[in-house]
């Protein structure tokens, strides 16, 4: 099957890409830059020149396909709500180049935009437009009731691994060593869903070759929830700084723009993910990544 992926080259993407081509898949990848292009031709693949903004060019890259990944975003949080309705040009985009194929097209959303007591399943959709991020998974809605086999995999808030440099984790990391002091909410009770990164790359592979009907949701999560003492207890312990717990609004001012996601409670089950497509986690988990050199090489 040949494969056009956006955001190819990304932490993620990169794993993705690396995970099609060992099974035996072709794949073309969204190359904005020069320097892109060369990465992916060194990987194995092949550069489609393009970017997210450029629709022609996704329409383009999609229909010379046989099944789409869609992985790309453009993380400006400044103008997040922007970024989004972005988003969601793209996935019309390659929905209608798709349309009436019965190709696979996979679109990558986050548990982070469901709000709920409780476990979060595949189940769940958002019934609040409040995270922008929404309208991604309300865009794959419209695109499958066009008919087209569009499914969403849900990452969660720490995909990690030895190659995330610009993930949730590096940027806490890079907070308490800037302010020399690891910092928690309250006691940290708050948890994060997490996946190690080519777990995750196999996930949408297996969602890409299943093919399902749709608008169906799969949740690339391997540990429910990981709370946020522990993240933060191990940073301060790795870097040697205190281990600080601050009330709501001293902890805005010490994380500022990521204060959002530090309070993210977001205990997220894949048993349904696993019984669907037959994925089982077998790489390290968050706390052993932290623990070990992923984040602090000797």
């Not at 990164?197 to 540990?223: C, I, S």
Request: aromatic share 6%; proline share 4%; charged share 20%.
């Amino acid at each position: 099957m040949k494969v056009f992926v956006t955001g190819a080259t990304g932490f993620v993407g990169t794993a993705v890409v690396k995970e099609l081509l060992a099974a035996g898949h072709q794949v073309a990848g969204l190359a904005r830059s020069e320097a892109a292009a060369q990465k992916l031709i060194a990987l194995g693949a092949e550069a489609h020149r393009g970017d997210l903004t450029d629709l022609e060019s996704l329409k383009a890259g999609a229909a010379n396909a046989d099944g789409v990944i869609h992985l790309g975003f453009i993380h400006d949080f400044s103008r997040f709500k922007e970024m989004c309705a972005v988003d969601e040009k793209v996935i019309e985009a390659i929905g209608e180049a798709l349309a009436g194929t019965a190709r696979p097209f996979i679109v990558t959303s986050a548990t982070g935009v469901l709000a709920k007591n409780g476990i979060i399943t595949e189940e769940d959709r958002s019934e609040s437009d409040a995270n922008p991020r929404v309208a991604t998974e309300k865009a794959v809605d419209k695109v499958a009731a066009k008919g087209v086999r569009v499914s969403v995999v849900r990452l969660p808030p720490s995909v990690h691994g030895e190659e995330d440099k610009g993930g949730f984790i590096p940027i806490l990391i890079r907070l308490a060593r800037e302010k020399g002091q690891s910092v928690m909410i309250n006691d940290g009770a708050n948890v994060w869903p997490a996946v190690h990164q080519r777990d995750a790359a196999r996930l949408y592979r297996l969602a890409l070759e299943k093919n399902a009907d749709g608008g169906t949701r799969y949740h690339a999560v391997a540990e429910q929830g990981v709370s946020f003492n522990i993240i933060a207890t191990t940073i301060g312990e790795k870097l040697g700084v205190p281990v600080v717990s601050l009330g709501p609004d001293e902890a805005a001012a010490h994380f500022t723009w990521f204060a959002h996601f530090a309070r993210f409670n977001n205990r997220s089950s894949s048993e349904a993910t696993k019984a669907a497509l037959g994925w089982n986690p077998t790489h390290a988990t968050l706390p052993e990544d932290l623990a070990g050199n992923a984040y602090f090489p000797a």
